[in-house]
């Protein structure tokens, strides 16, 4: 079995090791303000270190007090990994947990002292186990979309290899202990195996996890409005077109409605402009609420926005959701000790009656729009503000 004589799992591990740093310090450069990559450089400086102390190639002794100390870091390096994964998602991190970094290296110290190796092989593979797996959990939970899981699920598989490996070593060792006849080379080999695929899957996962989310970022903000949070022109565009396509492949009936904001210049002029940035990042939080999940709303620029809505087959329908509409949106709000009116105008086109391409359907919901906003409608609340 030479593939797993133990002097050469070192060197291999302690390589990919080195490797490994290198890479996620590149990466960690790049992405300085991406959540949990710095955790994992540390995580993987922590078990590059650990691994040089104790490779026989560099001519160190292989004893109890080594031995402590690479448990102490590859424990250190595994709750690193697991708080830059979640900081990664975007879950809280407990900030509670520093006292336990403290605590390992004491606990794992009094061990060898005590010569207590297997309750300290029981005591660090377990925990190894249990964090491990709580890693990869985290890097699948809540997945918003289908590549979004095969990257995050990717790393996710590593983390979970080594987990399972961890807990084959704890079994053994439990059943050592009862049984003094039990051979446990195996699953120390096993686990030397899974650390060195381990660290090679883990790092190429994470360059990938971290290039999807720059990715992601980059795309969000080419098709996101930066102060509503809403899908931009650009988004819209492309949006109305994959629409328009569906439909006429599906019969697949939708509406376009375009929405402007009557007397939102009186805002700015009276209030500020940051009061109507205020305005139309509550319009967009309304629209949020009013929009199905197979609805979409965006803005146009200024304070028109575009809303589709699918299900739409005639006028009678129509007309109910642009009441529908009205109702969501129009009210008050109150912006420097003022209550503002926000009062909307919307123009409605239904697909395939008012058109059959995106310029139709936008010509005529702008039309129906203008020809409502002509009509004047004394807004609600004090302030003529919207």
Not at 189 to 202: D, E, I, P, Q, T
Not at 362 to 383: C, F, I
Request: proline residues 3%; contains cysteine.
């Amino acid at each position: 079995m030479n593939l797993l004589h133990m002097p050469t799992l070192f060197f291999a591990i302690a390589i990919a090791c080195l490797v490994s740093t290198l890479v996620m310090a590149v990466i960690w450069r790049i992405n300085r303000q991406m959540a949990g990559v710095l955790q994992w450089f540390q995580a993987t400086l922590a078990n590059t270190i650990g691994f040089l102390i104790v490779s026989p190639f560099f001519g160190l002794p292989y004893t109890p007090q080594y031995t402590a100390i690479v448990n102490t870091l590859g424990l250190w390096a595994i709750m690193l990994t697991l708080e830059g994964a979640l900081r990664f998602r975007g879950f809280v991190t407990v900030r509670h947990w520093m006292p336990m970094y403290l605590l390992l290296p004491v606990f794992l110290l009094l061990s060898w002292y005590l010569r207590a190796n297997e309750a300290r092989h029981l005591f660090h593979d377990a925990v190894a186990a249990v964090l491990l797996g709580a890693a990869a959990v985290v890097m699948v939970w809540r997945t918003r979309e289908r590549y979004e899981r095969k990257v995050f699920g990717l790393a996710a598989l590593f983390a979970g290899l080594l987990a399972l490996a961890f807990a084959i070593r704890w079994l053994a060792f439990l059943v050592a202990g009862g049984s003094p006849g039990f051979d446990l080379e195996m699953a120390r080999r096993l686990l030397f195996v899974s650390v060195f695929l381990y660290v090679m899957g883990w790092t190429f996962s994470i360059t990938v996890a971290c290039y999807f989310r720059a990715f992601q970022r980059a795309l969000q903000i080419a098709q996101e409005d930066a102060l509503t949070g809403l899908p931009n022109r650009r988004s819209i565009d492309e949006t109305l077109r994959q629409t328009l396509l569906r439909a006429r492949r599906h019969d697949e009936k939708f509406a376009v409605l375009i929405m402007d904001l009557n007397r939102f210049k009186a805002v700015n002029d009276s209030l500020g402009h940051q009061a109507g940035d205020t305005l139309l990042i509550e319009v967009a939080r309304r629209l949020r609420q009013f929009v199905r999940k197979t609805d979409f709303a965006g803005r146009l620029g200024g304070d028109e926005f575009l809303i589709m809505v699918h299900g739409i087959a005639d006028r009678s329908t129509g007309m109910r959701t642009l009441e529908r509409l009205r109702d969501a949106v129009n009210g008050t709000l109150q912006l420097q000790q003022q209550d503002v009116a926000i009062d909307a105008s919307a123009g409605i086109a239904i697909w395939p009656v008012d058109g059959d391409s995106v310029d139709a359907l936008l010509s005529t919901a702008d039309r129906n729009m203008y020809a409502e906003k002509s009509v004047d409608r004394p807004p609600s609340g004090r302030h003529p503000g919207a």
